[in-house]
């Protein structure tokens, strides 16, 4: 009986026992419950009170562990650049611990989301589970809170996965060092499911928010900045200008052609011409200091710090990636550039930029520079419409010598705007810088009667064939003449002379050189040598300062060199 009677009294001890433990879980599973809710409504009211998403998510993380007991949390996103998965938010680790940063990618931890691991909408699995399907290396952290027995937690691996409006996953939880060393139940992974969707619903206010906020400065098709914010920037820049003194550039321009890509391959093929167009200036971004799109196929570029002539050079290594970049048809734009200068003031500017500009387009020039030749004259529909057909025609033969050779791509219309700056430079009148720029435009047009051979020959030419170089000076001047251009032709004609009397055709020295022909020998020089040829690769605007300056007085016109270097470097300016 005494045997019998202690038996029965050690099992209503087990009995007691066992209610009181289990009394005791439910009881810290009801305040876990309720802990949770309280730690739910803490992160609901953030939702409201801020969209501030690091914010956000770490009140999550910081509601995971009071709730829920887990020591270590992390809000884990991916990196725009690498890639890689990056903590936004954390609890037990600090951001920059090398022991929450992975170097796992969405698409790694994806092949641990299947549905053998689920409970919840948690993933659970074993260290062995977990380690046996991802790279080892990735792996950098090991649970510090481990217990013991069946279920207990041992290094486990607790993924929560966050996803976007799409389904589509976005980033995840992890959550790892339980107090209680345990395993969670299943209403413990429910209710960390639901802080994941308090944080997937945060992720989705803050980047409406952000894409609200982003909207009110940029164009919604292109993602470049809009003409508000254009406006207000270049009222800034101008402001900074006229009171230090720093000069900018800005650069106008529209898509060629816009209206007929709509008229004939309707509005989406036009949508996509100005997204091209977008992807080559958001890539050149690092060139500019302001990128927008004012208008509806018109964009504008603000350049710090850079003269008008390194714009020029700038938008034409723009228009060739543009060319390289087009899909489907090729895209080009046209643009007009003008300089900084004090009081000239933010509308000022964009006048100028946008003389050159409409001059650009009628004449079917990538780009112009401003000059005070772009000015508007009175004269009467007739010549200006001969103008017009003037301009034109000078562009399509200037064109037609550099396609002859792949490596004076805009050389021609290059020179033309270096002649224009020069001659303003010397204080040159408004028509007299219009006839040079159209003689600097067909400096080279007696090229067309060169061989092929000849022009694009990678190496040094024989006599003989410098012999027949030397012919299209002559042949420029026949062109030119039979155009009723007899002033510029002459101009032309005499662009080789050196003031040493070394040149061609006639060896003429000093001042029997037009001046106007020396202007043109300065800027075909600098532009030679800014740009790549097939026997050497392109130097700076400086090391071609330096060489026309070594030659000045022997080659070139000394007062043309100088004029140049005002225009290209600033400081030169402030030396002379």
């Not at 600090?94 to 989301?113: G, R, Y």
């Not at 489907?328 to 900084?340: D, L, Q, R």
């Not at 040079?436 to 435009?441: D, H, N, P, Y």
């Not at 097939?534 to 060489?547: F, K």
Request: hydrophobic residues 40%.
């Amino acid at each position: 009986m005494n045997r019998l009677s202690r038996t029965l009294s050690a099992l209503a001890l087990a009995s007691h026992a066992a209610l009181a433990i289990q009394s005791a879980q439910e009881s810290a599973e009801s305040s876990r419950h309720r802990n949770a809710l309280e730690q739910l409504l803490r992160v609901s009211s953030r939702l409201t009170e801020t969209f501030a998403i690091d914010a956000i998510l770490q009140a999550v993380c910081d509601g995971i562990h009071h709730a829920l007991g887990f020591e270590t949390v992390s809000v884990d996103l991916p990196d725009p650049d690498t890639g890689n998965l990056e903590p936004r938010a954390a609890y037990g680790w600090e951001l920059d611990d090398p022991a929450v940063h992975s170097s796992f990618t969405l698409a790694e931890i994806a092949v641990l989301l299947v549905p053998e691991f689920e409970t919840q909408g948690c993933y659970l699995l074993t260290s062995e589970q977990a380690r046996a399907r991802v790279r080892p290396e990735a792996d950098t952290y090991s649970s510090q809170r481990c217990g013991k027995g069946p279920h207990a937690w041992n290094d486990h691996w607790l993924i929560v996965p966050l996803y976007g409006r799409s389904g589509e996953l976005i980033g995840l939880i992890w959550a790892d060092d339980p107090v209680d060393l345990l395993v969670p139940s299943p209403a413990r992974l429910q209710a960390l499911r639901v802080f994941a969707n308090q944080a997937t619903t945060a992720l989705d206010a803050a980047a409406q928010f952000e894409e609200m906020e982003f909207l009110a400065d940029h164009d919604p098709l292109t993602r470049l900045r809009n003409r508000r914010s254009f406006v207000r920037q270049l009222e800034l820049e101008t402001s900074r200008s006229d009171r230090y003194g720093r000069r900018f550039a800005l650069l106008v321009g529209d898509v060629n052609g816009f209206k007929q890509v709509n008229d004939r391959r309707g509005h989406p093929a036009g949508d996509r011409a100005l997204e091209s167009l977008g992807r080559v200036l958001m890539d050149g971004r690092r060139e500019v200091d302001g990128v927008y799109r004012i208008g509806g196929d018109e964009f504008a570029l603000i350049v710090h710090d850079r003269r008008a002539v390194d714009t020029l050079y700038l938008v034409q290594h723009l228009q060739t990636r543009m060319t390289a970049a087009s899909e489907t048809w090729p895209v080009s734009a046209s643009g007009g550039v003008a300089e900084s200068c004090k009081t000239l003031g933010r509308d000022g500017l964009i006048r100028r930029a946008d003389l050159a500009l409409i001059q650009a387009k009628r004449s079917h020039r990538r780009c112009l520079l401003y000059n005070e030749a772009l000015e508007p004259t009175l004269s009467t529909p007739d010549q200006a419409a001969e103008q017009r057909h003037t301009d034109a025609l000078a562009t399509a033969l200037a064109r037609a010598v550099d396609a002859k050779d792949a490596y004076t791509h805009s050389h021609c219309e290059t020179v033309s705007e270096l002649c224009g700056l020069i001659a303003q430079e010397l204080g040159m009148g408004a028509r007299h810088i219009g006839r040079l720029r159209l003689a600097g435009l067909l400096h080279d047009v007696g090229k067309i009667g060169i061989t092929d051979t000849i022009l694009q020959k990678p190496g040094p030419l024989t006599d003989d064939e410098f012999a027949v170089m030397k012919t299209h000076t002559r042949l420029g001047h026949a062109i030119v003449s039979a155009a009723e251009r007899p002033i510029e032709a002459g101009w032309i004609l005499h662009h080789h002379e050196r003031i040493d009397g070394g040149g061609y055709p006639d060896g003429l020295t000093g001042d029997q050189i037009p001046l106007e022909s020396r202007i043109i020998l300065v800027a075909d020089a600098f532009e030679a040598i800014t740009a790549d040829r097939p026997y050497r690769m392109h130097r700076s605007a400086d090391a071609a300062m330096i060489e026309l300056e070594r030659n000045a007085g022997t080659q070139f016109d000394r007062e043309c060199v100088a004029a140049l270097g005002r225009v290209v470097q600033p400081h030169l300016r402030q030396a002379a």
